[in-house]
Each structure stands twice: as structure tokens, then as C-alpha cells.
Nanobody
Framework: QVQLVESGGGLVQPGGSLRLSCGAS????????MGWYRQAPGKQRELVAS???????NYADSVKDRFTISRDNAKNTVALQMNSLKPEDTAVYYC?????????WGQGTQVTVSS
């Protein structure tokens, strides 16, 4: 079955950086779109960034020029480099795989931006 495991969350001060990583198993990783979503308390889950099998990338306007998504098909991993973090980036971040018209999710990793 599809398994997605995130790592790399934590507490960081405003202006700081974090790198999230997601390892995938149970899928032909290179064939599918991967993404990062986030959900803040009391808010809906939202797309942060996605990357297709052809490495076409899409970012939410709120993170453009601060976050970078990348994938390593040899290692079945997708990463999210987050720079210039703001308090409003605080959320649980979820790895997503869109496989055969279905969404698969990791367990989520908490990112807290606070002084």
C-alpha cells in the first residue's frame, strides 16, 4: 500500500528556515504528482506546493519566492525547503501523492514559527 512518511518539522523563529522531507513507498514514485499541503488550526487544508512527474511546479501565492519543492526519483523522496518563515506559516504540513485519481497523505509534521 501507499505509505508517505514526513520528517523535518519543528519550532523555528520568524525569518528562519526548515526543510521538510517525505519518503514514499508502495508507488511508482516517478510517475506521480507529489505535493505539500498544510492545515492551520481552524482552517482548511491548503496546497503549499506541488511537483509533477515532469517536474512542473506550482506554489501557493503566499509561499512563492520563499519555499522550494524538489523531488528525487532515485530515492523516492520529495522535499520542501522553507526560508524566511513567518508566524502565519505555522501549521501541520502533509505530504501528498496523487495516484490514479486518488489522494494519499502522510501523517503530518508540525511546523511552528514563533519567537
Amino acid at each position: 500500500q501507499v505509505q508517505l512518511v514526513e520528517s523535518g518539522g519543528g519550532l523555528v523563529q520568524p525569518g528562519g528556515s526548515l526543510r521538510l522531507s517525505c519518503g514514499a513507498s508502495g508507488i511508482m514514485f516517478s510517475m506521480y504528482r507529489m505535493g505539500w499541503y498544510r492545515q492551520a488550526p481552524g482552517k482548511q487544508r491548503e496546497l503549499v506546493a506541488s511537483i509533477t512527474s515532469g517536474k512542473t511546479i506550482n506554489y501557493a501565492d503566499s509561499v512563492k519566492d520563499r519555499f522550494t519543492i524538489s523531488r528525487d526519483n532515485a530515492k523516492n523522496t520529495v522535499a520542501l525547503q522553507m526560508n524566511s518563515l513567518k508566524p502565519e506559516d505555522t501549521a501541520v504540513y502533509y505530504c501528498n501523492a496523487y495516484v490514479s485519481y486518488a489522494d494519499y497523505w502522510g501523517q503530518g509534521t508540525q511546523v511552528t514559527v514563533s519567537s
